[in-house]
């Protein structure tokens, strides 16, 4: 099944159970997705799903950071609630060793020995760790293997 079928799944098992909020949640993830759909003018893959999902996800840390700055814990809570339902959509996230293994393979590979070359090491590694990783972590991670390599 792809995640887009259970994506939906849930969605009409929600209206059904009368969960207002977890179905306000998944249809706002299935206009995004049909959004993405439309403008790429393509079949959606799992992968373009998940990247649909890291999107909003963004959007709700950032959400909830404002909110609970201007002291809204309401909506802060609304945000949270959101965040959890798209987060049960998201792979499994990685270890800390399988993403430093992940980053030092791609360095090997990529033959990179400054942090001049960290395009480089990313373009490899981004891939494999898209949606189970979090990119900005990653990234200072690659920096400081390539500054201390």
């Not at 893959?45 to 840390?61: G, T, W």
Request: net charge positive.
């Amino acid at each position: 099944m792809s995640l887009e079928s259970r994506i939906d799944d849930d969605w009409k098992a929600a209206m059904k159970a009368g969960e207002k909020a977890r179905k306000d949640a998944l249809s706002l993830l299935r206009a995004a997705i049909k959004q993405k759909r439309v403008d790429e003018k393509l079949v959606i893959d799992d992968a373009a799903v998940i990247a649909v999902i890291e999107k909003m996800l963004k959007q709700r840390k950032d959400s909830i950071a404002q909110y609970e700055a201007a002291k809204r814990q309401d909506l802060a809570d609304a945000e949270k609630y959101e965040a959890s339902v798209l987060a049960d959509y998201m792979p499994q996230g990685l270890g800390a060793a399988e993403i430093e293994a992940i980053i030092v393979a791609a360095i090997a590979q990529s033959g990179a020995k400054a942090p001049s070359d960290m395009g480089k090491v990313i373009g490899l590694v981004k891939p494999q760790v898209a949606g189970r990783a979090d990119m900005g972590e990653v990234s200072k991670l690659v920096k400081a293997k390539l500054s201390g390599a």
